[in-house]
């Protein structure tokens, strides 16, 4: 990495638990470019001045984690589709003092689910109704599923997401044939390292063991404990560290017009499991 100097180029992300995930992801692959630039984690007190910082001090690039993705729309000056089609955001990039709006989540959604080549016709529980879970919803909607099912207790929030996407909602996931399907996904902070949940599981281990498939976006720690009980019964698993590798990647293709090659990209996953 450079040393700090007046020319340096900044980027940052904002989270109400911050993780060095991107910060090592992002740094590395700086460093192995050549560009001097650096980029910083936060976790903000006020998002608006927080915001008004990324603008006022030419930050470059700005990532967006819960529970912000949604608060932050009335920040930013433009919406790029990828945006404004699931009304969540997890990428900014400052143009001058305009700040534009994307989502790369439903990038990394959408590439992983046809990665591991997750047949349409599953039947699908969904937990969560913020901004990630829009970003997963949508991706498994434009992928062709149609048997979905999303849980969340917030009421206005789940079934305005369920309807959105032609997809039903529940409150809590019940008991019986209900409370399982072909693949389980989690879009909640439970298992989140540093939240009052993090030793918890967000799906119960009958719908663990009825699943064929397991994905988790929590990305810290990169194994939960519902990957870590889904591994144990043997289960496909899909984590929240492969979410955060390629929006992460896409994010940095955002902030600084380069692509990294596949081989720099896993180094970066490798150095960044290896804090």
């Not at 992002?26 to 903000?44: E, R, S, T, V």
């Not at 990532?63 to 729309?73: G, T």
């Not at 560290?241 to 990209?265: K, S």
Request: with cysteine; proline share 5%.
């Amino acid at each position: 990495m450079p040393i700090l100097n007046k020319d340096m180029t900044l980027c940052i992300s904002l989270s109400a638990r911050p993780s060095n995930n991107g910060t090592r992801f992002h740094n590395y692959l700086y460093d192995q470019l050549g560009l001097n630039w650096i980029y910083k984690a936060f976790a903000p007190t006020d998002l608006a001045q927080a915001i008004a910082g990324v603008r006022g001090l030419g930050i470059r690039g700005c990532a967006v984690s819960m529970p912000y993705k949604e608060d932050v729309i009335a920040l930013v000056d433009v919406m790029d589709p990828s945006a404004k089609a699931i009304d969540s955001v997890n990428t900014i990039v400052n143009d001058a003092g305009q700040l534009t709006a994307y989502n790369t989540d439903y990038t990394a959604i959408e590439q992983l689910l046809e990665r591991n080549a997750v047949p349409a016709g599953f039947s699908v529980l969904l937990k969560g109704a913020g901004g990630m879970a829009k970003a997963t919803a949508a991706a498994l909607r434009d992928a062709g599923f149609k048997d979905v099912t999303i849980i969340a207790r917030n009421e206005a929030a789940g079934r305005a997401l369920a309807d959105l996407y032609g997809f039903a909602w529940r409150a809590d996931l019940g008991t019986g044939p209900d409370a399982t399907a072909d693949m389980i996904i989690n879009v909640t902070p439970v298992g989140m390292a540093g939240g009052p949940d993090a030793e918890s599981l967000s799906f119960p281990a009958e719908a663990i063991h009825a699943a064929k498939v397991v994905f988790d976006v929590v990305a810290l720690p990169p194994e939960t404990p519902l990957i870590t009980a889904a591994r144990a019964a043997g289960k496909k698993v899909i984590t929240g560290a492969e979410v955060a590798t390629i929006q992460a990647l896409e994010q940095f293709v955002l902030y600084t017009g380069n692509r990294p090659t596949d081989q720099q990209v896993r180094d970066a996953e490798a150095f960044v499991r290896a804090q």
